[in-house]
Nanobody
């Protein structure tokens, strides 16, 4: 069984830091693309950051570039998202998702939710002003 479990969400003041973790079982994160998505109720799910260990590709959405850092801890089969200088507009449920790293995306984007095979259930991040 493939499982992705997010942790590390919570309530933080604007300007603060949170570190999210996606602990994966059933697949090896080094062989997959792992992407963090976020979603506000009533709005579309949007890609935040993705990482593909096999080819070294990392992508960030413009709103988080320079503030967020995605990384893989191969030994623990975990993908982390360190979120610095958080802003109220970062408030959302954050999901991690996985897709095979050896296949090409068909949509042309690693931030297309339909490209991903496996999903966690999300962790809430709330940033207060």
């Amino acid at each position: 069984e493939v499982q992705l479990v997010e942790s590390g969400g919570g309530l933080v003041q604007a300007g603060g830091t949170l570190r999210l973790s996606c602990t994966v079982s059933g697949i090896t994160v080094d062989r997959y693309t792992i992407c963090w998505f976020r979603q506000v109720s009533g709005k579309t799910r949007e890609g935040v950051a993705s990482i593909t260990k096999s080819d070294g590709r990392i992508y960030y959405r413009n709103d988080v570039r320079g503030r967020f850092t995605i990384s893989i801890d191969s030994a623990w089969n975990t993908v982390n998202l360190e979120m610095n200088n958080l802003k109220p507009e970062d408030t959302a449920v954050y999901f991690c998702a996985a897709r095979p790293g050896w296949t090409q995306v068909t949509s042309g984007s690693y931030f297309h939710a339909n490209e991903y095979n496996y999903w966690g259930q999300g962790t809430q991040v709330t940033v207060s002003s």
